[in-house]
């Protein structure tokens, strides 16, 4: 496996490799890898010649200094797990190699970045495609794998190629869970014991919101979610929204094919998201 933490270098191997007439699957990461990151890279090694990943903890998509401070770095650990999985090239800059100087880049993704995590979050999906949009300039992929975890991010991204006519195809992979459903994060390590135990209940209240859905109202089932974390005393309940799973706009009365349920919950200090297809 190769480890590469300049642009140079890493653009001029995915020159070479594509002028040979290999094919190049690329995942994105910011780190602190887990099983999720893992099946990501699986995949993309069963549909490609060559795997990149990249490590960089990406600064301009945090919109809380804190959250950026405090993100999980595990370099040593992340790169044993690549090797283990046949990972190709390692792409891990530095932030100087990034962004060499400030960048005032800015996307428009109409309403697709105003709900949720956008609304959320000021700033954030425009950082994820400026870092995205480079990373995909460096690394030339043929395919770009992103989990259905950031669901909002993957529809951000597809917009992207889409509006900036970019050669890459998006590869939607599932939600990788714990066993006790609660869906895989790196935020997930900074969890307090006694968080982790509360956590799957965020999936558990999910999987309820479904099994309602086709007798239920949006209205009905968005009451239903915020009753159950009304007294909770672990999780605070940031936003549940009924959205289409194609706008991103929410959905109101009765539950067309499509829709899904989003939800964003702080255990302690930690920010979890997470989805589940309703209908
Ligand atoms: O999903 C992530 O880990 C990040 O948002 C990404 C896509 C690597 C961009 O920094």
Redesign the pocket.
């Known amino acids: 496996m190769k480890l590469f933490e300049t642009i140079t270098e890493t653009r001029s191997f995915s020159e070479k490799a594509r002028i040979s007439g290999k094919t190049i699957g690329f995942v994105?990461?910011?780190g602190a890898l887990h099983e999720g990151h893992l099946s990501l890279v699986r995949k993309a090694k069963s549909a490609n010649d060559l795997v990149i990943v990249?490590i960089?903890?990406?600064p301009i998509?945090f919109n809380n200094p804190e959250d950026l401070k405090k993100y999980p770095r595990t370099l040593d650990k992340d790169l044993e797990m690549l090797e283990s999985v046949g990972c190709d090239v390692v792409f891990c800059p530095g932030e100087k190699e990034m962004y060499p100087e400030k960048t005032n880049k800015s996307y428009d993704f109409g309403t697709l970045a105003t709900v949720m995590e956008g609304a959320f979050r000021p700033g954030h999906f425009n950082?994820?495609a400026i870092?995205?949009h480079k990373?995909f300039d460096i690394t030339l992929p043929h395919k770009a794998y992103?989990?259905e975890k950031?669901y909002q991010?993957l529809q951000i991204?597809r917009a992207l190629v889409r509006n900036e006519k970019l050669d890459v195809e998006i590869v939607p992979c599932p939600i990788s869970r714990e066993t006790d459903g609660l869906a895989r994060s790196?935020r997930n390590e900074r969890l307090t014991p006694q968080c982790r135990r509360a956590a799957p209940y965020i999936h558990m209240v999910l999987e309820e919101a479904k099994s309602l859905a086709p007798a239920h109202t949006a209205e009905q089932i968005i009451r239903f979610v915020s009753m159950k974390f009304k007294d909770h005393p672990l999780l605070k309940l940031e936003y549940f929204s009924i959205a289409s799973s194609e706008t991103l706009q929410p959905v109101s009365g009765v539950i067309l094919p499509g829709s899904y349920g989003f939800i964003a919950v702080f255990a302690g200090e930690i920010r979890l998201i997470d989805n589940i297809k309703l209908i």
């Open positions: 994105p990461t910011m990249s960089f903890v990406n998509q950082g994820v870092v995205v990373l992103f989990g950031d991010q991204i790196s």
